[in-house]
Each structure stands twice: as C-alpha cells, then as structure tokens.
C-alpha cells in the first residue's frame, strides 16, 4: 500500500460475491444504500462457481447416466432396454459450465447492473475500521466507507499429510476433473464427500470413503444416513468409519492411501484422493488484525443478532459467522445485515428454523429438531410415514425411505422435520414453512395436497401426528 494515497470514499462496501455478499447488495441498493462489492474471484463466488450448483449438475448427469446403464443392462424396473449407452464426459463438463454456472453468474453480473452496484476485481484487506485497501493486478486502491458487509465465505481444510495438488484433491478439484476415476479414494464422509462420491459413484467409479465419526453424513441422525450406508456398500463400493487417515503417497498413475481401522493399519489404491474434512471461514487473511473486529472460536467473526460485529458499522455474515456453512444461511442473513444498516425495525435474526440437505443418491433433509434433541422428553410426538405407501413414490420406483415429523403433544405444534427419500430436498420447505409460522399437523393435514404427489406423504405423516391416520 502506498503511504498518503487518497481514498475513494463509499457507502456501503460487500466483500465478497457469495450467495451471502450478492444478496446483501442487491437489498442494500434496493432500501436506498449506495453499494460497492469487492471480488477478488468470478461473481457467484464458491456456491455458483465451484461448490454447490456445479456439483448438484454434475449430480443430476450421474443420475440419468445410471438409469441408462441400467436399462442397457436389462435392470431397469420399467422394462426399458437400450442398446449403445456412453458418456461424454468432456460435453458433460461443458454443459455444467456453459449452460448452468456460466448463466448464474452472468445473472449475478447483470443484477448489480440493474441495481447499480459498482463492481471492484481484486482483493481486499482492512487498514484499518473504516478503510479499505484493495489490491487488483494493475495496481491497487483505498476505499473509505460508512458501512460493510463481510461475506468472504469459506474455503475446503487443507491438512499437513494430504496437501492439494496431483492426484489429491479437494472439493474444487474434484469437480474439475477431466476423467471419470475407476477408483475414487475419499477422506471425509460429510455432505461433499458423500455428494461428491455418490456422483461419481453413479458416473460408474468405485469409491472407498474413510470417516473418523462412526457414520458418515454428521448432522443426520443414523437411520438417516444408514440408507446412504447401505445403498453405497450394496453397489460395490465401501465405506470404513471410525477410521483415522494417515497419509497418501501418490505417482503419476495414482494415489495409495493409508488409514486405520478396526484396530489395523490398511492400504488402499485409487486414481484420485478428494479430502474433504470440512471447510474454514476466509477470516485469516483479510487484515481484520487491523481491525477491532473479534473473532471467537474457530475463527469465527462474534456478531449479534443483527450480524453487527463488535464494530458498529461492520457486519458479517455467511460461513464466517457461528452456525452451519450453508449457502441460504448466508442469503437469509446478508438481507438483515443490509435491512440493519438501513434502519430496518425487523431486520433482527428471528428465524427458527435452518434446513440443511444432503443431494445424496437417496435425498436427505432435516429442519427443527431431531430425534436425538428431544430424547427423553415426554412433551413431543414423533411420526414416520414411509414412501413405500404412497403412490408417487411408488410409481416413480423410489419408495425406500420416510417422512419424519416431531411434534409437541399439547397443541401439535410442528418442531422438526427430516425427510430421506425422493424430492426431500423440495418436501423439506413445507416443514419450515410450518415451524417458522407456528403450524400445526392439524394445519398440515387439513393442507389439500395433488394426487399423486410426493407432497401427500406430508398429508399422510400429518394426520399420522394427529392421531387420524389414513393410509397407513
């Protein structure tokens, strides 16, 4: 930084073009803040361009790939059969580019257009609580500003004995791969290591996934993920938990991983190795030591319910707030922080509840509590309805799994929800919709549903809590 150079005075300043910086520039210009963004990156920021729309495309081809196989292998349940089934994987990737990430974020770029937000390529540090030093390729500027928003997101954990590069991957890599891995060797069985395997997975590789917790998909409770569990293990691939990684030796050919198991030391080979052990908050690089910001544990900005820091007119959101790392988190709360810096009466932090999903090969959804949070209270209800019994699951061939929903017994208010089967990732709206606004399984069975539809199994779980079961 040049010593004495001028500084461009600002408004509003996002850092970050996020799902959570995005959103929160677009309502600040929309309640009359003038707005700058800072991106050090391409607009959309990990989420549209190499996170959670990318892989949920790449997802959506490893499923129609499967089906296509399966008919080509006489499996498929309707009697379909074709002849000749091959994958481009090369035209596979382009679509996911050209036609899904490419449009997102070129829908981003045009939105702070329309609402007149200036645009700054580079990336950011603070010099201080007002200042801002943005370094670009050609140089770099100063922006003083009267309010921001930190919404810098988070970037995948990079351990000492699996350092990214070659043939050890992390979640980026992973999706940028120009081949399909026979073997794909995963460190890490959360939501992206299992997404990303149950992808490739369906894209015909092998997949070994180890796990230190003793089941994969932390934050689903166990007979969640055991449906994960088994479908993965019954298609040939394997899953060791309880297990800890030691180290990875690689060649240009391969990767050899070696972990422990069930009390053993043991070695595995593949193509590829994703490490995906979670993901750290881009708190640590951006100058906030010049700051009177705090961080708590983990790296994590202290904000309040408003998502101030202990700076008054700084505010941060997103993956480097406490709370899960979840893009609708960030877009929830890049619009209260903006609704905050306006003046806004009710741009406080009042939800109940957070869904969170895994685009697993059999969908998971959870919002609410769980079953592990209210064991032992003799105040709630819990009711299962499987998809083995309704009629849209049934003639779509996708009846495993249920509908779960936990209700308090004095008024049947909903509490949580969690869904693992088809179109969980859609169902588990409804149950949101119901705990933030106070719903009943009364309000919820009364709630006409199409026939046929995934959505009458809500029905159906519904009159179940109620005590008026009908189909089941």
């Not at 969640?224 to 993965?232: A, H, L, N, T, W």
């Amino acid at each position: 930084m040049v010593v004495g150079a001028q500084a461009t005075e600002v408004d509003t300043v996002v850092i970050g073009s996020g799902p959570g910086g995005y959103v929160a520039a677009i309502r600040a210009a929309e309640l009359g803040q003038k707005v700058t963004i800072i991106e050090k990156d391409k607009m959309g920021g990990v989420c549209l361009n190499i996170g959670c729309i990318p892989s949920k495309a790449l997802i959506n081809v490893g499923h129609h790939y499967n089906e296509s196989k399966q008919e080509e292998e006489g499996q498929s349940p309707f009697g379909l059969s074709t002849k000749g089934v091959t994958l481009d994987w090369a035209a596979a990737q382009k679509w996911k580019q050209e036609k899904v990430v490419n449009v997102l974020t070129g829908g981003v770029s045009a939105l702070m257009k329309r609402h007149k937000i200036d645009v700054i390529k580079g990336t950011a540090e603070f010099v201080d609580n007002q200042t801002i030093n943005v370094e670009q390729t050609d140089g770099h500027q100063l922006l003083q500003f009267n309010n921001c928003i930190i919404a810098t997101g988070s970037r995948p954990i990079e351990i000492p004995p699996f350092p990214f590069g070659g043939r050890i991957l992390d979640s980026t890599g992973a999706l940028g791969l120009t081949e399909i891995p026979k073997h794909l060797l995963i460190v890490g069985g959360g939501v992206i290591g299992s997404e990303l395997g149950g992808a490739y997975r369906l894209l015909g590789s092998k997949i070994t996934i180890v796990e230190g917790l003793d089941h994969i998909l932390n934050g689903f409770d166990k007979e969640m993920s055991d449906i994960i569990f088994k479908r993965v293990k019954n298609a040939g691939s394997d899953i060791h938990t309880s297990a800890k990684a030691v180290s990875a030796v690689q060649t240009d050919k391969d990767v050899t991983l070696t972990f422990e198991a069930e009390g053993k030391e043991q070695t595995v080979t593949g193509d590829y190795l994703l490490i995906a052990i979670g993901r750290r908050p881009n708190t640590d690089n951006i100058g906030l030591n010049n700051t009177d910001i705090k961080l708590g544990e983990k790296g994590l900005i202290e904000v309040d319910d408003t998502f101030k820091t202990s700076v008054d007119h700084i505010y941060a959101i997103g993956d480097i707030v406490p709370g899960p790392m979840l893009a609708h988190k960030a877009s929830y709360q890049g619009k209260i922080a903006a609704g905050a810096i306006s003046g806004e009466a009710n741009a406080v932090d009042m939800h109940l509840a957070m869904p969170a999903v895994a685009y697993t090969s059999t969908e998971l959804a959870t919002v609410g509590v769980t079953p592990d949070d209210v064991k032992g209270r003799t105040d709630v209800k819990i009711s299962k309805f499987p998809f083995a019994a309704n009629g849209r699951a049934l003639s779509m061939d996708e009846a495993e799994g249920f509908i779960r929903m936990i209700t308090e017994t004095k008024e049947g208010a909903v509490i949580g929800a969690q869904i693992a089967g088809p179109g969980a990732s859609d169902l588990i709206s409804d149950f949101s919709l119901a705990i933030e606004n106070g719903l009943t399984a009364k309000d919820l069975s009364m709630t006409i549903q199409p026939h046929p539809t995934l959505g009458e199994a809500i029905t159906d779980t519904a009159e179940l809590a109620d005590g008026m079961p009908i189909n089941i």
